[in-house]
Every structure is written in structure tokens, then in C-alpha cells.
């Protein structure tokens, strides 16, 4: 079965320290990776996904990047995070090439920035 | 993009049956339409999809009128914990050439005892 594990968990940064948090997929080939962020009370925003490695796209711009050097390895990562980085932050994967294809959330990371 | 409206937030007790129905008035003919759930502090969780006319698993059902301007996801005999925010998308799964997947604020259920 296919599992995604995202960490870590709970992160509290200070303004203009760098960031990267790690997302990884286990039991399927070259899926679909996404990184979402979800403000506190707020619905999901997307930030990045990707369809290959290497292949990244850019959903909104802002203070944070992505990278996918492995096929089911999924980065995100920022130089100098902001205060309003502050949030939520949700990896998810699904089978590429399936337009309906449900997206399957990580646990997501707590990032605190003080 | 097909853009949804659901209620803010649902209360009821425990054993009965919820119904939420999310609004999307502008889905395109490919649509399918797909419910999360999310608790506190986790990811959401895939709960159900479906395009037309009912459709039923182990945890809910999907209703979809012929119209599929609107759908109702049924959850039977709630308990204390289906206490959780539930999403309803219209679209693709948000790869590139499929389009992109709104998540809206969701509906807040608080199931009482």
C-alpha cells in the first residue's frame, strides 16, 4: 500500500532562519506531489506541484520554493522564512495521468515562525 | 474552475443522519466531484468521489442530482467523532494539465452527544 510521510511534525523558526521540510512517498511510481498550506481557520491553498522529477510548478508566488531531486521526494524549502510563513503545511500525492484521481494528504508540519 | 458553496458549519447529535450539500453551478462535463475530511492538526482524508447519481462505500454516501449543479454527501448514524471540517472539490486533481483543485473553508460538522 502506498503510505506519504511528511515531517517533521512541529517546527518553531526565527524570522530569517532558513527552511526545509521533507516529503516522501512510499508504494507508487512518479506520482503527482503537491505542497499545500492551510492558514489557521482558513481552507487549503496550493503552493507547488509537480509531475516529475525536476518538474515543479508554482501555484503562488511568495517567500518559498520546491524541489523534487527523487521521484517520490518532494522539498520544500525557503532562504529567509517571514513571519507570515506561519501555517499549515500538507504534502499530498496522486496517480499521475488520472484526472480524478484523489489527492492523499501527509500529516503536515506546524511551522511557528517567531 | 468549477467554484463550490457549502455551509460554514452543521451541528447535530450523535446517531443521526448529516446531510451537506455543496453547490457548484458552473462544473464542467468532466468533473468529478470528491469529499475530504479533516480533522484537528492532520491532513484531509479522501472520504468519497463520484459524477452522477449516487454512490456509496463504507463510510458515505454521494448524492448527485442529473443536473450536477449540486451534491449531497450522507453520512449515517454520526458519531462523536465524524467531528471535522468536510470539503467538498469539483475538478481534476490539480496536476497541470488537468486543472486545479480549489479547497474552500469547508464545512465545520459538530456532532454532540
Known amino acids: 500500500s502506498q503510505t506519504i510521510h511528511q515531517w517533521p511534525a512541529t517546527l518553531v523558526q526565527p524570522v530569517g532562519s532558513p527552511l526545509s521540510l521533507e516529503c516522501t512517498v512510499e508504494?507508487?511510481?512518479?506520482?503527482?506531489l503537491y505542497w499545500y498550506r492551510q492558514a489557521a481557520g482558513r481552507g487549503l491553498q496550493l503552493l507547488f506541484y509537480s509531475v516529475g522529477i525536476g518538474q515543479i510548478s508554482s501555484e503562488v508566488p511568495q517567500n518559498l520554493s520546491a524541489s523534487r531531486p527523487q521521484d517520490r521526494q518532494f522539498i520544500l524549502s525557503s532562504k529567509k522564512l517571514l513571519l507570515s510563513d506561519s501555517g499549515f503545511y500538507l504534502c499530498?500525492?496522486?496517480?499521475?495521468?488520472?484526472?480524478?484521481?484523489?489527492?492523499?494528504f501527509g500529516n503536515g508540519t506546524r511551522l511557528t515562525v517567531t | 474552475l468549477a467554484k463550490t458553496t457549502q455551509p460554514v458549519s452543521m451541528d447535530s447529535y450523535e446517531g443521526q443522519e448529516v446531510n451537506i450539500t455543496c453547490s457548484h453551478n458552473n462544473i464542467a462535463t468532466n468533473d468529478y466531484i470528491t469529499w475530504y475530511q479533516q480533522f484537528p492538526s492532520q491532513g484531509p482524508r479522501f472520504i468519497i468521489q463520484?459524477?452522477?447519481t449516487k454512490v456509496t462505500n463504507e463510510v458515505a454516501s454521494l448524492f448527485i442530482p442529473a443536473d450536477r449543479k449540486s451534491s449531497t454527501l450522507s453520512l449515517p448514524r454520526v458519531s462523536l467523532s465524524d467531528t471535522a471540517v468536510y470539503y467538498c472539490l469539483v475538478g481534476g486533481d490539480g496536476s497541470g494539465n488537468t486543472g486545479k483543485l480549489i479547497f474552500g473553508q469547508g464545512t465545520t460538522l459538530q456532532v454532540k452527544p
Open positions: 499530498a500525492w496522486s496517480v499521475p495521468d488520472r484526472e480524478n484521481s484523489p489527492l492523499h
Open positions: 463520484g459524477y452522477k
Open positions: 508504494g507508487t511510481s512518479n506520482p503527482n
